[in-house]
T-cell receptor
Framework: SQQGEEDPQALSIQEGENATMNCSYK?????LQWYRQNSGRGLVHLIL?????REKHSGRLRVTLDTSKKSSSLLITASRAADTASYFC????????????FGKGNQVVVIP | DTGVSQNPRHKITKRGQNVTFRCDPI?????LYWYRQTLGQGPEFLTY????????KSRLLSDRFSAERPKGSFSTLEIQRTEQGDSAMYLC????????????FGEGSWLTVV
């Protein structure tokens, strides 16, 4: 079963706005990762946050992790049309990265 | 291009036929993974290799699915006697000691079974 479960929503925002999406999981983890997927393409790794970290930044991305609530959020600031994609969180289910469990993904559409 | 390479990118096959997909990982990566993704879903783990050893295959969907990595470099995923439910994108990924926890995915191989 897939552990990482994003809030199953499609976001449609204007360019320049921020986009926030959430992910919840069920079991203990070593780390949680976020990936982006453009339509019909492979996945691109965005950011990894370890279980002992609470927040991490990478460029316009901000990820938070709340292990007590077993949830994470991904914030994309100052969105661009090129950010239009599906975003997935993935957890290692405590097994290390050799078996990632992905959620269903969030579709984000950034309107120019 | 030094990324993960998958071939063919698209395959249409008739039900009952066998298909094989190939994955060439990033050259220094010793770990290789196969995932399946259906429309509207996230990728689903199938199997993984460390060098030529297949260390996890319990998630392969049925005994019609098999994977090999004979020399610890490229890998193949074979689906025998395809069924319409096998229609999906098959993703390969790799990582190695130098890449830390980051896993690099290929562009995927789309399978349509008619």
């Amino acid at each position: 079963s897939q552990q990482g479960e994003e809030d199953p929503q499609a976001l449609s925002i204007q360019e320049g706005e921020n986009a926030t999406m959430n992910c919840s999981y069920k079991t203990s983890i070593n780390n949680l990762q976020w990936y982006r997927q453009n339509s019909g393409r492979g996945l691109v790794h965005l950011i990894l946050i370890r279980s002992n970290e609470r927040e991490k930044h990478s460029g316009r991305l901000r990820v938070t992790l709340d292990t007590s609530k077993k949830s994470s959020s991904l914030l994309i600031t100052a969105s661009r049309a090129a950010d239009t994609a599906s975003y997935f969180c993935a957890t290692d289910e405590g097994y290390g990265n050799n078996r990632l469990a992905f959620g269903k993904g969030n579709q984000v559409v950034v309107i120019p | 291009d030094t990324g993960v390479s998958q071939n063919p990118r698209h395959k249409i096959t008739k039900r009952g036929q066998n298909v094989t997909f190939r994955c060439d990982p990033i050259s220094e990566h010793n770990r290789l993974y196969w995932y399946r993704q259906t429309l509207g879903q996230g990728p689903e783990f199938l199997t993984y290799f460390q060098n030529e050893a297949q260390l996890e295959k319990s998630r392969l969907l049925s005994d019609r699915f098999s994977a090999e990595r004979p020399k610890g470099s490229f890998s193949t995923l074979e689906i025998q006697r395809t069924e319409q439910g096998d229609s999906a994108m098959y993703l390969c990924a790799s990582n190695g000691d130098s890449s830390g926890n980051t896993i690099y995915f290929g562009e995927g191989s789309w399978l349509t079974v008619v």
